[in-house]
């Protein structure tokens, strides 16, 4: 048997997520009939992590085992022939035994594009979210060095999680710039709950327009209370961009 890691982009406007959902289009079923149709029997693949409804990923890492022995290239033609086209190929590996996607997996950097101007762009508006109201950046840069470092991000957390124990994750960087009228995000970390990048970003942007204080977070981490914190910000503005081993 041999372990192959793949790294992978997707356009997940049309997908229901990453993981498998009866009678939904996500990113993991594609992948597994791609598979499927090579070895003529199930194959199951392992991520380095989920990525909801809508969210778009540049760099997500998988493994799985196969009893074919097929060379690199070789396989990266056969995955990239049979998957659709919102799914491309980026690189393809054999790795040993102790290789997991998830499990070896250091930290992940995602990004987040909102579009700060009165008009939407039309052929973007499935990958930032648009705001007409200027935000103030400065306030959002401020406000961020107090999300920095770790904390139980229970508060950044969705509701419907179903992560169990131990909230408490690892913040190392935040970084937000303009560019070309856009407000960018990039938030790097050990590992991250359901949802937790994009209710960061929605209450930083809620903050750059004055609607909340950057107090909001301390009082988030004092009482672990949801409501202490901003919107959950839209899926579709948010990429997963690297994953870091």
Sequence with gaps: MERIKV?????????????????????????????????????????????????????QVIHFNTHLMLDCSAWHQALQTLLPSDVQVQQVEKVDEHFHARKSARGKVYRYAVLNQRHYDLFNRQYEWHVMKPIDVNLMKEAAEKIIGTHDFTPFSASKSNVTGDKTRTVHAIEIWEENGRIMFEVKGDGFLTHMVRIIVGTLVEIGLNKKTSNCIDEAFATLDRQNVGMTAPSHGLFLWQVIY
């Design 7 to 59: 790294h992978i982009a997707y356009d997940g406007t049309h997908f229901a997520g990453y993981q498998v959902q009866t009678n939904e289009r996500t990113v993991q079923l594609v992948i597994e009939q791609a598979l499927k149709k090579i070895h003529r029997d199930d194959i199951r693949i392992y991520s380095s992590g989920r990525t909801d409804s809508g969210v778009h990923a540049l760099d």
